[in-house]
């Protein structure tokens, strides 16, 4: 076992609802695996603990629902995301606006990108904060 799947198969088992079959994690798209993946590296970094980790992930989940969510699984890792961006907000690693800063030129980079070929973020992607 890698120290990759070992690390996956603890955050399944530490966190509860993760979506898993006997092999581990499941993911439906790449980027779900992706925020899965910086989840846990985070957590190996001392950024939270597992618990901290399940109650801010479970509160996140109870905000959705109560705007509308129907909570039949296809939203997991969406829920995952948030959380993940609330907690590195909250821990001070990036404000909501650096995030939503890089989101922003990843996305200019992506469209100027051509399919198949890497993105890669320039200063130009960034748009000027007023």
């Known amino acids: 076992m890698t ?8 955050t399944a088992q530490a966190v509860p609802g993760v979506p898993r079959d006997d092999d581990g994690p499941v993911f439906r798209e790449p980027w ?6 910086m989840a846990v590296t985070l957590h190996a970094r001392g950024l939270f603990t597992w618990p901290e980790w399940a109650a801010a992930l479970a509160d996140e989940i109870k905000r959705a629902q109560q705007r509308g969510d ?3 699984g ?4 969406q829920h995952w995301l948030a959380t993940l961006e609330r907690l590195i907000a909250d821990k001070g690693v990036a404000s909501t606006a650096t995030q939503m800063r ?17 993105i890669e973020l320039l200063p130009g992607d960034f748009i000027p904060q007023p």
């Open 102 to 118: 890089y989101r922003h030129a990843w996305d200019h980079a992506a469209d100027r990108t051509p399919h198949g070929q890497p």
């Open 3 to 10: 120290a990759d799947t070992e690390a996956a198969a603890v």
């Open 32 to 37: 779900e695996a992706h925020a899965f993946a």
């Open 70 to 72: 129907p909570d039949s």
């Open 74 to 77: 296809d939203t997991y890792y």
